[in-house]
């Protein structure tokens, strides 16, 4: 979008699971996390179900680049969220009573473990956008990372915190508040994902003259000989079993317009 807006306060019923330290899913849940369902919201909101949670991130208001989806009013039982701007960070309305985790820090939620890291959403160290938060958890036995907006190249000290996810989503629409393309790439090459779905790029969902992002295509022209599946659906089902045993892959999900 090329006006931005921040939702003045956090909503009254934003609230945080007790701290606990990234681990295993307690064993009463890892019996059944045999796979995890993945259904892409449109641009960066997508609802992970899986070992008997469903985890909604980055519910949006339909604005700019997000104005042809849909508002993403799906039931969860918790909602994680990489910022506070309308195409991020939108809980209000949500059905249901879900928790949200809206900052940065390690939290447990229903034996399963979840951090959020702290990357700028510009590249001015956070000046222009603020804090973008990073989510990462297991669901379903398999490793998940949210990069949110992240638009600053990622440190060691992040990729520490981030370890090697199995599934990645990788904004890659550049725009003032998201990795280019190229840093997208750099980001992916240093993280190692197994798979990566991209996020926040432009789509026929965008109001033209509100809409600063590329399409996927300028990235995956840039990724020429990446294996690249265009899966023809808003949803993909992971298992551990049945991840790249090696190299990254690509996968673009289609909006169900």
């Keep these: 979008m090329k006006r931005r ?24 849940l890892a ?11 449109g641009h960066s909101c997508f609802l992970f179900s899986g070992t008997g949670l469903r985890i909604l991130v980055n519910p949006f208001r339909p604005i700019g680049c997000t104005a042809g989806y849909r508002a993403p009013q799906v039931e969860a039982d918790l909602v994680l969220i990489s910022s506070r ?12 009573n879900p928790r949200v985790l809206f900052e940065p820090g390690v939290f447990e939620f229903r034996g399963l473990q979840l951090q959020g890291i702290r990357t700028p959403h510009d590249d001015l160290g956070g000046r222009r956008f603020g ?9 379903g036995g398999v490793n998940v990372l949210h990069l949110g907006g992240a638009a600053a190249p990622i440190t060691t000290e992040q990729q520490i915190l981030m370890g090697r996810p199995d599934v990645a989503m ?15 790439q750099a980001a992916i090459q240093r993280l190692n994902p197994k798979i990566v779905i991209p996020t926040q790029y432009r789509t026929q969902a965008a109001d033209a003259a509100n809409c600063d992002i ?9 990724v020429q000989g990446a294996t690249v599946r265009r899966v023809g659906s808003d949803s993909v089902t992971l298992r551990s079993g049945n991840l ?3 190299g990254t892959e690509i996968q673009v999900l289609s909006y169900a317009f």
Aim: proline residues 8%; charged residues 15%.
């Design 170 to 184: 990788v904004p890659i629409g550049n725009g003032p508040k998201v990795f280019t393309p190229e840093e997208a």
């Design 31 to 41: 019996q059944g996390a045999e796979s995890l369902s993945v259904r892409w919201l």
């Design 85 to 96: 701007l309308l195409d991020e960070g939108v809980v209000d309305g949500l059905p249901g």
């Design 131 to 139: 804090t973008n938060v990073v989510w990462r958890w297991r669901q």
């Design 214 to 222: 590329l399409p996927i295509d300028n990235f995956l022209n840039l």
């Design 5 to 28: 807006q921040f939702i003045q306060s956090a909503a009254a019923g934003l609230a945080t699971a007790g701290l606990g330290a990234i681990g295993k899913v307690s064993p009463g």
């Design 244 to 246: 790249p045993a090696e």
